[in-house]
């Protein structure tokens, strides 16, 4: 079998010997696209593949349906709203993702931005400390979990919520349930985003939420960039100038926002959330494994569609 690895943001070097390793092993070809520029790229690239590794690139119908051996095409991460999951269906190729395995590099991420906004992008200007402040963490899985434990050990308080837990649940995670939303954005220092992009979340998070945070707050999102109301947050930084805007997903207005907010906005210039080594191993061999064992044995854990 043929399996094409497509990262238009490449997997570090020891993640595609692993990935390598673990194909070709079993038996299969490894074929890579790296760094493609267009899409056109990767619609060539799987004509003749069996399976399909990716990141955030975008599985389409276009791509599906030029995939005429395709079996199998897992996303090396968590989010999937990169794939079309009803084309993948009506191809009948099985769709999954890797829960869990990149987490802890963007809840590391989502620690580090919340310091270095505090700390005024590490300019000589007067920052302030975590330590004391309530962190509200937004959804509650993986990558939240683990954003709340480090949180708490450098001594923030941690709230949150998520749709899908009971309180019980976010208690036993060692957060304190936030009533609601509008409750948890208006009662801390820091929010936290961990919603992935759906019909539900695109574009709810905007100018009611933002703009009723406490004094001073901030709001980190290493999420995707759909699930803010980019006007909206506008509007809330406008309306508030003590209000911050950390994102590892640029918006597509962050040359306004750049402009007219300055130092209270920054946006890592690439996603890099998930862009360690050890996110990319984990990830990266976990689709490798996971596709050899669906073809050794038909395994579906993990299946999406
Ligand atoms: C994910 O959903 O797993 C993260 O957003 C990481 O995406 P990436 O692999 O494209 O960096």
């Known amino acids: 079998m043929k399996v094409l690895v497509a990262t238009q943001k490449p997997f570090a070097s020891s993640a595609v010997k692993g990935i390598r390793e673990i194909v070709e092993k079993a038996g299969h070809e490894l074929v890579l696209l790296e760094k493609y520029t267009d899409q056109s790229e990767l619609v060539n690239a799987v004509a003749d593949a069996d399976a399909l590794i990716v990141r955030s690139d975008k599985v389409t119908a276009k791509v599906v349906e030029a995939a005429k051996k395709l079996k199998i095409v897992v996303r090396a991460g968590a989010g999937y709203d ?166 590892d997903v640029a918006p597509d207005n962050i040359s306004v926002l750049k402009e007219k907010f300055g130092t209270r906005v920054f946006a890592t210039p690439k996603k890099m959330g998930a862009q360690t080594a050890e996110a990319n191993v984990n990830a990266g061999l976990a689709a490798a494994r996971q596709i050899v064992d669906f073809f050794q044995t038909g395994n579906v854990k993990f299946k999406l569609n």
């Open 82 to 247: 990169n794939l079309d999951l009803d084309a993948c269906t009506g191809h009948g190729v099985v769709a999954m993702n890797t829960p869990g395995q990149n987490s802890n590099a963007v809840a590391e991420l989502a620690v580090a931005l919340m310091i270095f906004m505090a700390r005024t992008q590490f300019t000589p200007a007067t920052g302030s400390e975590i330590q004391g402040k309530t962190l509200g963490i937004q959804a509650f899985g993986n990558v939240g979990r683990l954003v709340g434990s480090k949180a708490k050990a450098l001594g923030m308080k941690v709230k949150a919520i998520d749709p899908f837990l009971p309180d019980e649940k976010i208690a036993e995670g060692g957060a304190e349930p936030a009533k609601d939303l509008k409750d948890l954005y208006s009662t801390c220092d820091y929010v936290s985003v961990h919603i992935p992009a759906t019909p539900q979340t695109i574009g709810s998070i905007g100018y009611d939420l933002i703009s009723c945070m406490p004094e001073g707050a901030t709001l980190v999102n290493t999420a995707r960039k759909e699930v803010m109301d980019e006007a909206g947050l506008e509007k809330a930084l406008e309306a508030r100038p003590d209000i911050k805007y950390v994102t």
